[in-house]
């Protein structure tokens, strides 16, 4: 079956631009996680969700960071006024159900700020 | 606070040799342990993953991960590394009542031939 994507793979903006990523989950699956991955560094929670709200959005960095999914199903990681620091690889994993079931993982989007 | 340490950035075997890949978590309470690969372009992949009981864990691809409590360790290990195994490793953990992962920096193999 297919697995979780994320479009798209890569994202060039200008530092004070608006970006939006999209993660769509493997069907069926109510949990979906965010992570930023900077170079040479594990992946870093941003935020969880369980169905359509999100249950811990504590590893966002800042308040120009916002993520929705509206429908449980596909997600949206919203960053306002882009700064250079936000130069990453944003990973969207889903499970089943809860935070110790098996997390897929999508491919990445790599956001460049320049 | 919670941490994960993978003290090696890189390692570099002989394809055919034998692997071990290590991994420190530091807290009081015995946390969830997890495996995973990240191949090039690649999302990051389950290897195996601890939750308690038998301390020696089998996973995909011929791994298998061994906790051990006293040193606060969840080494990964492979008797026989294929060229195919070139990837960065990640140990992660979780810690009951939380729902945040926490990653070490990752090991990356290098395979010669």
């Known amino acids: 079956g297919a697995g979780v994507s994320q479009t798209p793979s890569n994202k060039v903006t200008e530092k004070g631009k608006y970006v939006e990523l999209r993660c769509d989950p493997i069907s069926g699956h109510t949990a979906l996680y965010w992570y930023r991955q900077s170079l040479g560094q594990g992946p870093e929670f941003l935020i969880y969700f369980q169905g359509t709200g999100a249950a811990d959005d504590s590893g966002l960095p800042n308040d120009r960071f916002f993520a929705v999914r509206p429908e449980g199903s596909v997600s949206t990681l919203k960053i306002q006024r882009t700064e250079r620091g936000d130069s990453a690889v944003y990973l969207c994993?889903?499970?089943?159900?809860?935070?110790?079931?098996?997390?897929?993982f999508g491919p990445g989007t790599r956001l460049t700020v320049l | 606070a919670q941490s994960v340490t993978q003290p090696d950035i890189h390692i570099t075997v002989s394809e055919g040799a034998s692997l071990e890949l290590r991994c420190n978590y530091s807290y009081g309470a015995t946390p969830y342990l997890f495996w995973y690969v990240q191949s090039p372009g690649q999302g990051l992949q389950l290897l195996l993953k601890?939750?308690?009981?038998?301390?020696l864990v089998q996973g995909i691809k011929g791994f298998e991960a061994e906790f051990k409590r006293s040193q606060s360790s969840f080494n990964l290990r492979k008797p026989s590394v294929h060229w195919s195994d070139a990837a960065e490793y990640f140990c992660?953990?979780?810690?009951?009542?939380?729902?945040?992962?926490?990653f070490g920096r990752g090991t990356s193999l290098i395979v010669h031939p």
């Open positions: 992660a953990s979780l810690w009951g009542g939380s729902y945040i992962p926490t």
């Open positions: 994993a889903s499970s089943t159900s809860g935070i110790t079931d098996t997390q897929y």
């Open positions: 601890y939750f308690s009981g038998d301390t």
